[in-house]
C-alpha cells in the first residue's frame, strides 16, 4: 500500500488565517482524497485531487474555502482559508495504493483561536 | 444519495466475539471496507469486500451482500487493545470512498 507522509501534524492558527497542509505519497497515485474529521465524528469528504484538472468538491465544500493544488502525481496541498474556530478539526489526506487499498496520512489537528 | 449506516456504541468482553453491522444505500458501489482507528491515529485498513461472502483474517472476518446493502465485521478473541472506531466505508463512483459514522467499541476486562 501507499505510504502517505502528512505535515504539519498539528498547529495553532489565530481566525482570519490561512493554514496548507501536504501530502506527500511514496508512489504515483492518480487520485488523492481530503477528508476533514470533527471531533468524536467520522471522516467526511472533502474533495477529491486530480493531478492535471481542478479538484473536484463535495456538497458543503468549495474552492474558496479549502483550494487544492495537486501539481504532480505524488504530491498534493490542501489549504484552510480565512479560519474560524469552526474549522478546528483533523484534516486527513487519502490515496489507493495498487491493490486498491486506501490508506491516511497520519492527519493535521488543527485549532483555530 | 449516500446512507451508510453503523452503531454507535458497541461494549463487549475480552475474550469474546463481536459482530459490528453496517447498511448502506449509495449510488454506485465498487466495494466495502473496513477501517480501524484508534484515538488521536489515522485509521488503518482492515478488509475490503467486492464480492458477496465471507473475507477471514485472522481473528478479523467482514461479510457482504451486495443485495441486501449490508456487511459485517467479526471481531474473534477480543483484546483490549481491539478498543476503538471502526469505521465501515463504500467506494462509490470516481474512487470516492464514503465512511458511515463509525462505531465505537469498548472492550471490557
Known amino acids: 500500500s501507499a505510504v502517505i507522509s502528512q505535515k504539519p501534524s498539528r498547529d495553532i492558527c489565530q481566525r482570519g488565517t490561512s493554514l496548507t497542509i501536504q501530502c506527500q505519497v511514496d508512489?504515483?497515485?492518480?487520485?488523492m482524497f481530503w477528508y476533514r474529521q470533527q471531533p468524536g465524528q467520522s471522516l467526511t469528504l472533502i474533495a477529491t485531487a486530480n493531478q492535471g484538472s481542478e479538484a473536484t468538491y463535495e456538497s458543503g465544500f468549495v474552492i474558496d474555502k479549502f483550494p487544492i493544488s495537486r501539481p504532480n502525481l505524488t504530491f498534493s496541498t490542501l489549504t484552510v482559508s480565512n479560519m474560524s474556530p469552526e474549522d478546528s478539526s483533523i484534516y486527513l489526506c487519502?490515496?489507493?495504493?495498487?491493490?486498491?487499498?486506501?490508506?491516511f496520512g497520519s492527519g493535521t489537528r488543527l485549532t483555530v483561536v | 444519495g449516500q446512507n451508510i449506516d453503523q452503531p454507535t456504541e458497541m461494549t463487549a468482553t475480552e475474550g469474546a466475539i463481536v459482530q459490528i453491522n453496517c447498511t448502506y444505500q449509495?449510488?454506485?458501489?465498487?466495494?466495502l471496507f473496513w477501517y480501524q482507528q484508534h484515538a488521536g491515529e489515522a485509521p488503518t485498513f482492515l478488509s475490503y469486500?467486492?464480492?458477496?461472502g465471507l473475507e477471514e483474517k485472522g481473528r478479523f472476518s467482514s461479510f457482504l451482500s451486495r443485495s441486501k446493502g449490508y456487511s459485517y465485521l467479526l471481531l474473534k478473541e477480543l483484546q483490549m487493545k481491539d478498543s476503538a472506531s471502526y469505521l465501515c466505508?463504500?467506494?462509490?463512483?470516481?474512487?470516492?470512498?464514503?465512511f458511515g459514522q463509525g462505531t465505537e467499541l469498548s472492550v471490557k476486562p
Open positions: 449509495t449510488s454506485g458501489f465498487n466495494g
Open positions: 469486500n467486492v464480492l458477496d
Open positions: 508512489s504515483q497515485v492518480t487520485m
Open positions: 466505508a463504500v467506494r462509490g463512483a470516481g474512487g470516492k470512498l464514503i
Open positions: 487519502s490515496a489507493p495504493g495498487l491493490r486498491g487499498v486506501y490508506t
